[in-house]
Each structure stands twice: as C-alpha cells, then as structure tokens.
C-alpha cells in the first residue's frame, strides 16, 4: 500500500511540475537558468535604456508585461535602437524574463 501512495505522488509531482514554469531561451531552460539573447536590433544608437519583466510562480502564477512597448515606455523611449531579453529562475518552480531595450 505504501509504495502505491509513494508512487503515485511521485506520478503526481512529475505531472504537476513538468513544463509548469519556463522562459524564453535559445537553449532551452534548464533548471537553472540564467541566459540572455537578442530579440531585435536598428540601425540607431540608444542612449536611452527600458525594461519591463514578467514573472511566473510554478506556471501557477504568472504577472507582468515583457513587452517591448512596456521596456520603451519605461525608458521613455521613443525610437528603438536594440531590444534584449533576460531569462532566468530555478525551473519549474519560478522564473523572470525581461525585455531590455535601448533607444532614444
């Protein structure tokens, strides 16, 4: 009997936390995660810089806005020069990603 209940709450655990939790990367997550990368870049040099985030709980929770227009407006940054995001956590139980951008 003990080993059925331990073996379906280890069935369970798997189940529940398997992908719950990620971020974007050109590596993919692992479970712990710290990688950076570029999204887009101009032409222009920014002297400006801006940067929105957004967080998740064991994919149970999950708040805030990543988006470009979120990292200009933070930077009040009107033309865009480079946009990069910054993802890490200890997946899945929690994860950042942010947008970090550059203009002017």
């Known amino acids: ?6 073996a379906t709450t280890a069935l369970a655990s798997v189940v529940l936390l398997s ?3 990620t971020g974007y990367s050109p590596v ?7 990688v950076k990368g570029p999204i887009t870049a101009t032409e222009l040099n920014g002297s400006k810089t801006g940067t929105a985030c957004a967080k998740t709980i064991v994919g149970i929770i999950n708040s805030g ?4 227009q979120a990292a200009k407006a933070d930077g009040g940054i009107k033309n865009l020069a480079t946009a990069d995001y910054h993802t890490k956590g200890f997946y899945p139980f929690f994860g950042t990603t942010c947008v970090n951008v550059t203009g002017n």
């Open 65 to 68: 806005d990543a988006s470009i």
């Open 1 to 6: 009997m003990l080993k059925k209940i331990a």
């Open 28 to 34: 993919g997550v692992g479970l712990i995660t710290d």
């Open 19 to 21: 992908g719950c939790a």
